[in-house]
């Protein structure tokens, strides 16, 4: 089949290098034209501008020059997030698939614009939700599917890290903060594994003042299902905080948790750890926490799975399974859990 012709929109989002990165790695799938830096003069604020690809021997276009080109297939948005939707939708209008960094937009209806036009056309929309291709994840996610953790009670997903005054400056310009910026890969989680959107959302972000920055730094919400409160947790002043990422999926025939979600395992490649408790007896006893089943991945890079998948939904050999309106109802459920619509 013939390879996808693909260029990228962008180098300031934090996943720029490591997508295009991936792409050269996969020759055998992409022809990747190029990239573009689309406002070349706009500052970052944490970084001077924009990541380096000098690197990394790819030809640098204008935003012009790739709009004006009627062979390409698809484009990867990887600019600053507050500008995404917009130069998204450039190439939607022009028929070109997209792959958008997460979270896509901080606005409801330029998001929802994009994804309704792509869906008119018959283009693939997909989304940079990174745990989506962690293979432990997807393993439980089949697991909650075939009923063998009984139906889901509730979900627990944390995601923390420990930032610079930069980086805190840098998330004023978004409502919820660090609930914007990472929550909703916390959101996807609790949603993917309660298998559907929540009754109600309650956000309760609050500020650890780190560094004197007055910004939602601190963000928790409660999404309600029913009888049952599931949670997500994010936080850019914990020490020690990627390394404790957890996810844990609590079911009435057992329970998951992964701790951490994800570690480095050497340069580009992660690994996941899980423990697996169910209602089975191990080891002839009744099941104690002693005897958790110890889940290990093997070794991943997040970003070829997910650019593989991307490939693999552009030539229809496989459907997205995260529909346009899956998107749409995900990307207004975090936002509420932003407190910002």
């Given at each position: 089949m013939n390879k996808i012709r693909i260029a990228q929109v962008g180098t300031a989002h934090d996943h720029a290098k490591a997508t295009m990165e991936s792409l050269l790695r996969q020759p055998d799938i992409f022809d990747v034209?190029?990239?573009?830096?689309?406002?070349?003069?706009?500052?970052?604020?944490?970084?001077e501008h924009h990541y380096d690809f000098s690197d990394l021997g790819v030809k640098e276009y204008t935003l012009e020059e790739l709009l004006a080109m009627?062979?390409?297939?698809?484009?990867?948005?990887?600019?600053?997030?507050?500008?995404?939707?917009?130069?998204?939708?450039?190439?939607?209008?022009?028929?070109?698939?997209?792959?958008?960094d997460?979270?896509?937009?901080?606005?409801?209806?330029?998001?929802?614009?994009?994804?309704?036009?792509?869906?008119?056309?018959?283009?693939?929309?997909?989304?940079?939700?990174?745990?989506?291709?962690?293979?432990?994840?997807?393993?439980?996610?089949?697991?909650?599917?075939?009923?063998?953790?009984?139906?889901?009670?509730?979900?627990e997903a944390q995601m923390s890290v420990h930032h610079d005054k930069k980086r805190h400056e840098w998330l004023r310009k978004f409502k919820g903060g660090m609930m914007f910026f990472?929550?909703?890969?916390?959101?996807?989680?609790?949603?993917?594994?309660?298998?559907?959107?929540?009754?109600?959302?309650?956000?309760?972000?609050?500020?650890s003042w780190?560094?004197?920055v007055d910004v939602e730094d601190n963000g928790f919400a409660v999404l309600k299902y029913g009888n049952n409160a599931s949670f997500v947790r994010t936080c850019s002043a914990e020490y020690g905080g990627f390394d404790r990422r957890q996810l844990v999926v609590c079911g009435t025939?057992?329970?998951i948790e992964f701790h951490p979600?994800?570690?480095?395992?050497?340069?580009?490649?992660?690994?996941?750890?899980?423990?697996?408790?169910?209602?089975?007896?191990?080891?002839?006893?009744p099941f104690s926490?002693?005897?958790?089943?110890?889940?290990?991945?093997?070794?991943?890079?997040?970003?070829?799975?997910?650019?593989?998948?991307?490939?693999?939904?552009?030539?229809?050999?496989?459907?997205?399974?995260?529909?346009?309106?899956?998107?749409i109802a995900l990307f207004k459920t975090f936002m509420k859990a932003c407190g910002a619509e």
């Open positions: 034209v190029g990239y573009c830096i689309p406002n070349p003069g706009f500052d970052h604020v944490i970084k009627d062979d390409l297939d698809a484009v990867t948005v990887e600019c600053e997030e507050e500008n995404a939707t917009r130069f998204a939708q450039m190439f939607a209008d022009k028929g070109v698939h997209i792959h958008l997460k979270p896509g937009s901080h606005g409801s209806e330029s998001f929802e614009k994009l994804a309704r036009t792509l869906e008119s056309k018959g283009l693939v929309f997909h989304l940079g939700y990174m745990y989506r291709y962690n293979p432990l994840v997807m393993k439980a996610l089949d697991m909650v599917k075939n009923g063998e953790l009984g139906e889901i009670c509730y979900v990472l929550g909703c890969h916390d959101v996807d989680l609790v949603v993917q594994f309660m298998g559907r959107q929540p009754d109600e959302v309650f956000p309760f972000n609050g500020t780190q560094n004197g025939k057992g329970s979600i994800e570690y480095n395992a050497g340069p580009g490649v992660l690994k996941s750890i899980a423990y697996l408790t169910t209602d089975k007896e191990e080891n002839g006893k926490n002693d005897v958790a089943t110890r889940l290990e991945s093997e070794p991943y890079d997040r970003y070829d799975t997910m650019m593989r998948s991307f490939a693999e939904y552009v030539r229809g050999e496989k459907k997205n399974p995260n529909t346009y309106d899956y998107e």
